[in-house]
């Protein structure tokens, strides 16, 4: 089976957005089946909270939708759009959601991200007096809550003899989330993100690694990358994980495609060699929502 990241640099325009979209999907041989394609987060709009409202779509409607629809089809590929805004019960908030189409351009599977970002990222330092060339760190401040509500179940889907379990970017700090989804069964973990660039550059490759050892799965992680305006800045380096943590393939600092192929017979002698899944005596269980 043929994995592949896309990395890109998304911004607020929908059109020219897909437009990458499509142009690097003619790039990629879909002829090698199954091929399963990961676009990352944001990846139809990277914006602010106005624009994610205004665009929001129901699930499994939408001309976002179709189009993914369209080109999982075109290509006879699986393609799982790594988050878009959805439309919940609540009308000035929404889900921030993951999308997986099959080659017949059916929705099987969507995943409505669990753990939202609320946080205050560094971006370095600042002189504060010229006479004193004092500095002072600055920080970036994100909260994810106040657009968007937290999903309440893990979510999986399967290719011929391959499961995959679904997450995005924020979801990669809480290794309990990744034990759930081993425990069902999941060979690859899917990833898509718009890690900071300073978050990135300190944690992705490590904690990305570190899921793939623990859990003894491939990881497909598809990172946005670049200046996407309004002080946002991500990291890039989408990366293809063995189950032994071993980089397969990763793109760096600039957008494009990142391929690799999976191998069964070594997920199947990974956990055969130190069966973690039979060892653990302990187990993670979601909270509530409250």
């Not at 069902?184 to 570190?210: E, R």
């Amino acid at each position: 089976m043929q994995l592949v990241a896309i990395q890109m640099t998304s911004g607020a325009d929908i059109a020219v957005n897909l437009a990458y979209v499509a142009a690097q999907l003619t790039l990629i041989d879909t002829k090698i089946a199954p091929t399963l394609i990961l676009l990352p987060e944001n990846f139809a709009l990277f914006s602010d909270r106005g624009d994610y409202l205004a665009n929001a779509e129901s699930l499994g409607q939408g001309s976002v939708q179709q189009q993914l629809a369209t080109w999982a089809k075109q290509y006879q590929c699986w393609l799982v759009a790594g988050s878009f805004p959805i439309l919940s019960e609540i009308d000035d908030r929404i889900y921030t959601t993951s999308l997986a189409f099959d080659p017949n351009g059916d929705l099987v599977q969507h995943y409505h991200k669990i753990h939202l970002f609320d946080a205050h990222v560094p971006t370095g330092s600042v002189t504060t007096s010229a006479s004193q060339n004092r500095t002072a760190s600055t920080t970036q401040v994100y909260k994810e809550s106040d657009s968007f509500i937290a999903g309440d179940r893990i979510a999986t889907f399967t290719v011929g003899h391959i499961t995959f379990g679904m997450a995005i970017c924020y979801d990669l700090r809480f290794p309990e989330l990744f034990c759930m989804l081993r425990a069902a069964n999941v060979d690859v973990l899917l990833l898509p993100a718009a890690f900071t660039y300073t978050t990135g550059k300190a944690h992705w490759l490590p904690l990305l690694q570190a899921r793939a050892i623990e859990n003894q799965c491939y990881v497909l992680a598809a990172n946005q990358v670049g200046d996407h305006g309004h002080n946002r800045h991500t990291w890039g380096h989408s990366v293809i994980l063995d189950p032994w943590g071993e980089i397969l393939a990763q793109q760096t600092s600039a957008c494009g495609i990142s391929c690799a192929r999976l191998d069964k017979h070594k997920l199947v002698q990974v956990r055969t060699d130190i069966p973690i899944l039979q060892h653990a005596r302990f187990t993670a269980s979601l909270k509530n929502k409250e």
